[in-house]
């Protein structure tokens, strides 16, 4: 099994950025593909970008191309979500995701084992 943790969310103005971070403990994080999504209230959970377990491979919701960037540093076991040019409607709350699949990718939160517990990001206009 494998633990979650973000941290980085916060309030920020329309145009700014933020970093996410998602430090995983227990199991191998190299055992790992992770996945960041985001929810807000009455609405699904949306997928927003994965990796695979090497960092060789990346996806990312249309919503979010050119603007987010997904890294992992396996030696640190973190995964980070650099997020520029935010807008209002990217305010939610965002969540770090673990499958152990590792020659797959997912869009789906279904697909996804472990979840950490979120952080809120605001984006005012």
């Known amino acids: 099994q494998v633990q979650l943790v973000e941290s980085g969310g916060g309030l920020v103005q329309a145009g700014g950025s933020l970093r996410l971070s998602c430090a995983a403990s227990?199991?191998?994080?190299?055992?790992?593909?992770m996945g960041w999504f985001r929810q807000i209230p009455g609405k699904e959970r949306e997928f927003v970008a994965a990796i695979n377990w090497s960092g060789s491979m990346t996806a990312y919701a249309d919503s979010v191309k050119g603007r987010f960037t997904i890294s992992r540093i396996n030696a640190k076991n973190t995964v980070y979500l650099q997020m520029n040019s935010l807008k209002p409607e990217d305010t939610a709350v965002y969540y770090c995701a673990a499958h152990s699949l590792r020659g797959r990718i997912f869009t789906t939160p279904a697909e996804y084992n472990y979840w950490g517990q979120g952080t809120q990001v605001t984006v005012s206009s």
């Open positions: 227990g199991r191998t994080f190299t055992s790992y593909n």
